[in-house]
């Protein structure tokens, strides 16, 4: 199974992955063929990369959760970020009949309540398997970013923070904190975050206030701690002073965030967006470590890459020699090592990077040359 860009998807390619709309409904099951109509349906929904099954890439990646625990952690940040909203609406409107208050505010702990459950539970299945390499990228549609976002934030942060030892109520609070983390941008116009092109500058302030907004929001909730909470405050602070909303730096920024503030960045690269398209592992992971000091607490953004597979099983990548090769077998310990097959520019053998250290892979392939 290898993930492409959908313009380069032959006509008739297997779907490797199922394809969910914003409900987290099916939209499309693994095993369908993509025909010409079909990739221009699924384009027009705003899902501009897939997963295929062909004879280069034949097997199954695995998820570093279960789908069924995925699919719950997305309703309940979806339902949870509903009632945030709505309970703002009545904010607004100057509603302050008791019944109504108390009846939102109840709703209110019901729902954190149940997403510091789901966190407990992804902490728990992501711990029993500590080891885990992230070996996928998730797909997301336009209209369900900021949920499926907020879910592999969550993920990644915690296959973070268990890499720098972090107990088990850190890692808690830092799973809650992270699928909330984006939950300011609930009053933030749908045109602005979706649009096509560059923000003006009146756009970019607006977004801009999501972090306070959403911590604004989250510090009436008693029943979440303050390191979930900062972390909504904290994510986009830079580590040399350079973000917002309070330009803090270094250690000044909540150590959960720092975690956080590398997982939502790598997602976001690695993500199709309106304006671009999605990069690929190793060149989001080349962008971290370029900006690592800058940017990012370095030591974190090492530990990070240490469980990151810059070039998944079943990708192609193009060697030093010239040859095009399939990704057959990945060293957790060696991830720019990885075993491959060559299948197109030389002689049709595998080859273990590990031992021919004159060969190195140059970049990520798509597709396979016609001659």
């Not at 303050?226 to 973000?243: N, T």
């Not at 990070?304 to 192609?316: N, Q």
């Amino acid at each position: 199974m290898r993930f492409l860009p959908i313009m380069y998807a032959k006509d008739n390619s297997i779907l490797g992955k199922n394809l969910f709309d914003n409900e987290g409904r099916i939209l499309l099951k693994k095993g369908a063929t993509l025909t010409s109509k079909i990739k221009d349906r699924i384009t027009s929904m705003g899902i501009r990369s897939v997963y295929i099954l062909d004879e280069y890439s034949d097997e199954e990646l695995e998820d570093i959760i279960r789908p069924e625990l995925r699919n719950k952690a997305m309703d309940s940040i979806k339902s949870t970020f509903n009632q945030f909203r709505q309970f703002s609406i009545m904010q607004k409107s100057g509603s302050k009949i008791p019944s109504v208050v108390n009846r939102m505010k109840n709703e209110q702990i019901n729902h954190i309540n149940n997403l510091t459950k789901i966190s407990e539970d992804i902490v728990n299945e992501i711990l029993s398997n500590k080891d885990v390499l992230v070996n996928l990228v998730d797909i997301k549609s336009s209209d369900s970013y900021t949920l499926q976002h907020s879910i592999n934030v969550a993920i990644l942060s915690l296959t973070l923070g268990i890499t720098l030892n972090l107990n088990k109520t850190e890692l808690t609070d830092l799973c809650l904190g992270a699928m909330l983390h984006d939950v300011g941008k609930i009053l933030i116009p749908k045109e602005i975050l979706q649009k096509e092109g560059s923000l003006t500058d009146s756009e970019y302030a607006e977004v801009m206030l999501h972090p306070q907004l959403g911590y604004d929001y989250l510090k009436e909730c008693s029943s979440i701690s303050g390191r979930s909470r900062i972390i909504a405050l904290h994510h986009h602070e830079k580590y040399d002073g350079s973000g917002y909303p309070q330009s803090l730096k270094g250690s000044e920024i909540n150590k959960l965030a720092r975690i956080v503030t590398i997982a939502d960045v790598y997602d976001a690269l690695t993500s199709d967006r309106p304006y671009r398209m999605a990069l690929p592992p190793n060149a989001a992971l080349e962008y971290l470590m370029a900006s690592g000091g800058t940017y990012f607490d370095f030591e974190m953004v090492k530990a990070f890459i240490s469980k990151i597979i810059p070039f998944p099983t079943g990708s192609l990548v193009r060697l030093s020699t010239g040859a095009i090769a399939s990704v057959k077998k990945v060293d957790g310990k060696f991830p720019l090592r990885p075993e491959v097959s060559v299948v197109w520019g030389g002689d049709h053998r595998d080859i273990d990077l590990m031992k021919e250290t004159n060969i190195v892979i140059k970049n990520l392939e798509y597709q396979i040359p016609d001659c």
